[in-house]
């Protein structure tokens, strides 16, 4: 299977022999066929001809799950994105590499005598990992979920702030034999707590009882409370909507530099921890009467703006023992989709300032990261209002 990322023409681009040529690839072209048909690639002559290629795809019969090979394969992803940190862990990633694509014809081969662990210490919190297994110690003040949560914003290197996570890590490799060494390793060292919580209803306080009396600033002059106009407070009510099909269902919040849990997004169950994930909330629309050029999206402005990470992910497994918590990820089981996704949400407020430059106008609305706005969290729409309609 090969997926090209650019576009480009060649004479040809890609010979599949017996006729089939493609003298013209668009970007984002996938091309699958059989191993077996002989095959060539040139370069593009107007660009860089940049794809990815596997031949991992394949059909067969007698096919049996294999879950050492899928912990092999998580510890090669692991250890090539920590060797940017420790260039001697290249060499490791690349025997895991190696044995996984034997492994698929031939049955996982012994490897080195001696495994590769990373030590990683996050602001107090000890941990060894290799990229499947992850390792804490076992104290009061380090709960499950946090030790979920670090081994996710870890795994998936997730921004802390304006940091990468495993660029806050002193981190230190180390050759052993097994993992037995581990527990000891870890009670020497102790561990605090790295995170902290937060009650999400603070993000979200109610609006004031609308005040019937009030039209619009032009017709209520100096009596005009946008905290009380009933527009406004439609407008501000689906800002949060949307802001809260974001930060409630999100495990993990960032605030500036700290990292802040949801433990009701962490469900442990018969050896599992399930990450749980968000749900969609409708949108609202709204409509109105007003006649002094501003709008009541302009009176909605941004309180504060919250980092969220939302995580799809398998079931964490984990065991507790000898003063130590032991968590397993396979993220690369078939029946699973695994990825994650971080971005900004800003927060709404009603301003009682009276009146907003036009360059500043719907503040919150400008403000929404559209990297969170899709078909299942759409944005509230912004209304045009005529006040032709309303004489």
């Given amino acids: 299977m090969l997926l090209y990322l650019t576009?480009?023409?060649?004479?040809?681009?890609?010979?599949?022999?017996?006729?089939?040529?493609?003298?013209?690839?668009?970007?984002?072209?996938c091309v699958v066929f059989d191993q077996r048909r002989e095959h060539e690639g040139a370069p593009f002559d107007d660009g860089r001809k940049v794809f990815l290629r596997t031949e991992l795809v394949f059909a067969a019969d007698g096919i049996i799950e294999s879950?050492?090979?899928?912990?092999?394969?998580?510890?090669a992803c692991y250890l090539t994105g920590e060797s940017v940190f420790a260039p001697e862990l290249a060499r490791q990633a690349d025997d895991y590499f190696n044995r996984v694509a034997a492994a698929h014809w031939y049955g996982l081969g012994a490897g080195p005598v001696r495994e590769t662990f990373v030590h990683k210490e996050f602001r107090g919190v000890h941990f060894v990992a290799n990229g499947y297994d992850f390792w804490f110690p076992r104290m009061e003040a380090l709960s499950?979920?946090?030790?979920?949560?670090?081994?996710?914003?870890?795994?998936?290197?997730?921004?802390?702030?304006?940091?990468?996570?495993?660029?806050?890590?002193?981190?230190?490799?180390i050759e052993a034999d097994d993992a037995d060494w581990i527990p000891a390793f870890l009670r020497e060292r102790g561990s605090g707590s790295a995170t902290t919580s937060v009650d999400k209803a603070v993000f979200f306080p109610e609006p004031e009882e609308p005040d019937g009396d009030i039209c619009c600033p032009f017709h209520s002059s100096d009596v005009y409370d946008p905290t009380r106009h009933d527009e406004i407070i439609k407008v501000y009510t689906g800002a949060q909507s949307f802001a809260k099909a974001h930060i409630l269902p999100a495990p993990i919040l960032m605030l500036g530099e700290e990292v802040a849990l949801d433990p009701e997004q962490f469900v442990v169950?018969?050896?599992?921890?399930?990450?749980?994930?968000?749900?969609?909330?409708?949108?609202?629309?709204?409509?109105?009467?007003?006649?002094?050029?501003?709008?009541?999206?302009?009176?909605?402005?941004?309180?504060?703006?919250v980092g969220v990470t939302h995580f799809l992910v398998p079931p964490i497994l984990y065991t507790e023992r000898d003063g130590h918590r032991h968590l397993r990820f396979d993220f690369f089981r078939n029946s699973w989709m695994v990825g994650h996704q971080q971005g900004v949400v800003p927060v709404p407020?009603?301003?009682?300032?009276?009146?907003?430059?036009?360059?500043?106008?719907?503040?919150?609305?400008?403000?929404?990261d559209r990297s969170l706005v899709d078909e299942r969290h759409p944005l509230p729409v912004l209304d045009e209002y005529d006040d032709e309609d309303e004489d």
Wanted: hydrophobic fraction near 45%; charge should be negative.
């Fill in 7 to 29: 576009g480009g023409t060649g004479s040809p681009a890609l010979d599949l022999g017996d006729g089939a040529a493609f003298d013209r690839i668009d970007a984002f072209t």
């Fill in 67 to 75: 879950p050492q090979i899928g912990a092999l394969f998580g510890k």
């Fill in 144 to 173: 499950l979920a946090e030790c979920a949560a670090l081994t996710l914003l870890d795994y998936f290197n997730c921004k802390v702030g304006d940091t990468a996570f495993r660029a806050l890590c002193r981190t230190a490799v």
């Fill in 269 to 305: 169950q018969d050896g599992r921890i399930h990450v749980l994930g968000r749900d969609a909330l409708a949108p609202v629309n709204f409509a109105a009467c007003w006649n002094d050029g501003s709008q009541p999206d302009d009176y909605v402005t941004v309180a504060a703006k």
């Fill in 349 to 368: 407020q009603i301003t009682e300032l009276q009146w907003v430059d036009e360059d500043e106008a719907a503040p919150w609305w400008r403000a929404v």
